[in-house]
């Protein structure tokens, strides 16, 4: 029989990994709630007219990544981003009549059919945020700065922070127009792709990897020329507020990003480039003041990004030790082996981490097991040592043992004494 295997590009998350994981959900919710946020969970499958409404139907993500199927008569797909099932649940769920402003954060798994590499996978995890009803250069300047922050702690010691502008409508509008003008001349060389999106979607060519689209991009009238009086006047003032908070950024004059639901800002954060090849983009994000309403709600402004948590790993790459067993309860004979596992459950409800070996093997054989889970502490039970009382108490990391009364250890971990006596200076021998 063939051994089953995960799919292409869904990985497993191995105990050895997994605090490294940890470690930054739980970075990114402290720094989140300290910036105000709130956290949300959405469903991972929606219908999957939201994603082509939201991200836009002529979007590499839409047109090719998604995975999506028929269940009965509803049309469903496992969500590629975070942002659109967060827009249909504040609309669903009325958020925005509770306060003008809300501030939510979120973290799960996301699915994109993409070729992968390292950082690029087919289920991945993003960390994201979304603002909703703020239209003001200063949110986006807060949310930048509590990016970094969020980076900065984590060890992403250099965030080098991107930032453009896609405009509001009528700019898009008016640069469509320009790009159209630029690209047509050149549309021999370009690939079958961008020869239909120049009629459909022409800005999408700008994030084109094609080397004849690359090439004939070459040049192209940057967005930030012809950004109208609002636009600019949002983007000048974020711009002033980032140096005021002293946060580093630099503009790049053709950024665009995947996904069509972009107006005015828009930021890219890279960091750590070399251990992360091409998919080197750490987070991503940038203001979406139509999307709300083109959901079906009020006109809400709102800002958001998502950052990819696998790619935060690989770029804060450090050796996260697992969380070290407190003490190993290693035990004897069928009597004693009850007596451990009462014991066990015991110092477990007073916070204590223990593993209880009930394998029935050799004392050196379970001894052995606790060095390597790292225990603290070991305490050796056989029949004697539970009609006595009195069971062992070895320090593994001092390599002491003393005898130590069965009925006091409750009380000794509660206490946070379960240490053997200063005066154990017996040698561990096993
Ligand atoms: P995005 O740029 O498509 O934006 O994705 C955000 C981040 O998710 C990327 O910068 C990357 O770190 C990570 N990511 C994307 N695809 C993959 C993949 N296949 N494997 C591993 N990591 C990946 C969004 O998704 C928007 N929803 C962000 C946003 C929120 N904009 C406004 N609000």
């Given at each position: ?24 959900e739980e970075a990114f919710a402290r720094v989140m709630q300290r910036s105000g946020f709130r956290e ?63 501030k939510v954060f ?21 960390l994201?945020a979304?603002v ?10 807060d949310l930048?700065a509590t990016l970094v922050v969020f980076l900065r702690e984590i ?276």
């Amino acid at each position: 029989m063939t051994t089953l295997r995960s799919v292409k590009g869904m990985k497993d998350y191995l105990p050895k990994e997994v605090p490294a994981y940890r470690r930054i959900e739980e970075a990114f919710a402290r720094v989140m709630q300290r910036s105000g946020f709130r956290e949300m969970r959405t469903p991972i499958v929606e219908p999957t007219a939201l994603f082509v409404r939201a991200i836009g139907e002529v979007t590499d993500v839409v047109e090719k990544e998604m995975y999506s199927f028929q269940h009965h008569d509803e049309a469903l797909t496992l969500r590629p981003e975070g942002t659109a099932g967060v827009v249909r649940a504040y609309l669903q769920n009325n958020l925005g009549n509770d306060e003008p402003v809300t501030k939510v954060f979120y973290q799960g798994a996301m699915f994109r059919a993409e070729r992968t590499q390292r950082g690029r996978y087919r289920q991945f995890h993003q960390l994201g945020a979304e603002v909703f009803g703020d239209p003001s250069p200063a949110a986006d300047a807060d949310l930048l700065a509590t990016l970094v922050v969020f980076l900065r702690e984590i060890g992403v010691s250099s965030p080098e922070v991107i930032l453009g502008s896609i405009g509001g409508k009528a700019t898009r509008a008016a640069f469509r127009e320009s790009l159209v003008d630029f690209l047509t001349p050149k549309l021999e060389t370009m690939s079958e792709e961008s020869k239909r999106r120049i009629l459909t979607n022409p800005l999408r060519i700008l994030d084109s990897k094609h080397p004849g689209d690359r090439a004939a991009c070459e040049g192209a009238p940057s967005i930030l020329d012809v950004l109208d009086a609002d636009d600019q006047t949002h983007f000048d003032a974020l711009r002033r507020y980032l140096d005021a908070l002293a946060v580093p950024y630099r503009v790049d004059r053709g950024l665009v990003r995947g996904l069509d639901y972009y107006s005015r800002t828009l930021f890219e954060i890279k960091g750590a480039t070399e251990k992360l090849g091409a998919g080197d983009t750490l987070l991503g994000g940038g203001r979406y003041d139509g999307l709300v309403e083109e959901l079906g709600g009020r006109a809400t402004p709102a800002i958001g990004f998502a950052a990819g948590l696998e790619r935060l790993v690989i770029a804060t790459e450090e050796n996260v030790a697992p969380p070290r067993i407190d003490v190993f309860v290693a035990s004897l004979g069928e009597g004693a082996v009850a007596r451990a596992l009462a014991l066990s459950n015991e110092l477990r409800s007073h916070g204590i981490s223990v593993e209880c070996d009930g394998r029935g093997a050799s004392i050196k054989a379970q001894l052995r097991r606790a060095n390597a889970v790292d225990a603290r502490f070991a305490i050796v039970l056989g029949d004697r040592e539970v009609s006595d009382g009195v069971a062992e108490l070895k320090d593994l990391a001092a390599r002491t043992a003393a005898p130590f009364p069965l009925a006091e250890m409750a009380a000794a971990a509660k206490a946070g004494l379960l240490r053997p006596p200063a005066d154990a200076d017996q040698a561990v021998s096993s």
